[in-house]
């Protein structure tokens, strides 16, 4: 039912249309109406050169150099161009812009009912371009769908997945309405750097003071610097920590867990969590 409702607000657009259109005398002979397709031909094709124009001077002169967001700035003047060509396209079919914005609201009237969906997806579009949440290039978790947001159309966000810290050479296209229900995190929101940890299991009877200070230098071997850099940019003392607690194993035997807890780039907290484990090996093995 839903498509026949379609069918009839398209054919009622038309109707609205030619009747604007054979009502203001815009038609007066039989050459008129190939004036009229070449106009919009050439309307088409300025579209496109300016379209084109815009995003080499966008490209060429914008001063962040994140591609992120220059890709996302492009995406929103591409639409913003088609928009805009679109009424002129209708002024010219119709010659005045009355009966077309008339038309135009029919038809939405009819899409809404019909297409909840994608006029909720273009809503969560329009908040992630307002609000910004995320950027292109971001490190995101959406409804509980992890990964690098690799882009974003009007309808969905195309994510890299990553599964414990991963690639998976998976895309996941998220429906931009999840934005607007579902809780979104960003790992890389103001910073890249995020905490992680690797554990160590002690016998009780282990020097721990020992076993803490070795934690601490793999870390400052491995993420020193950065930490301290970060201490400096966020004027705030920033460095590793080790953590201690209690615990029973399956066969009720007692032991330490310590957790070293350290500042890492999230894109490499995959390769910098298996370096630091490889040095606390080594230097537990010694």
Sequence with gaps: MKHIGIIFLFLLTIAT???????????????EPLAKLLTILLVVIAANFITKIGVWLLQSYRKTKDKGELKQV??????????????????????????AITSIGLLAAGLTLALQRPILNLAGWSLIVAKRPFRIGDRVDIGGVGGYVHDISLMHTHVSMVEKDEA???????????VLTQPIVNYTKGSALVW???KVRVPPK???????????????????????????????EVKPEVRAKMEYSASNELYVELSLRYLCN????????????????AKFRN
């Design 168 to 178: 998976t050479g998976r895309m996941a296209y998220v429906p931009n309405e999840m």
């Design 196 to 198: 992680t940890e690797a």
């Design 17 to 31: 249309g030619a009747a604007a259109y054979y009502n203001k005398g815009l038609i007066s002979s039989y050459h």
């Design 74 to 99: 492009t995406s929103v003047y591409r639409y913003a161009v088609l928009i805009v060509f679109v009424l002129v396209i209708l002024v010219l079919l119709y010659g005045v812009i009355g009966p």
């Design 266 to 281: 999230v894109k490499e907290m995959q390769a910098v969590k298996s370096e630091v484990t490889g040095r606390i090996l």
């Design 206 to 236: 282990a020097d721990l003071k020992k076993a803490e200070k070795k934690l601490l230098e793999c870390a400052e071997e491995v993420v020193g610097k950065e930490m301290k850099a970060a201490s400096k940019k966020w004027n705030v």
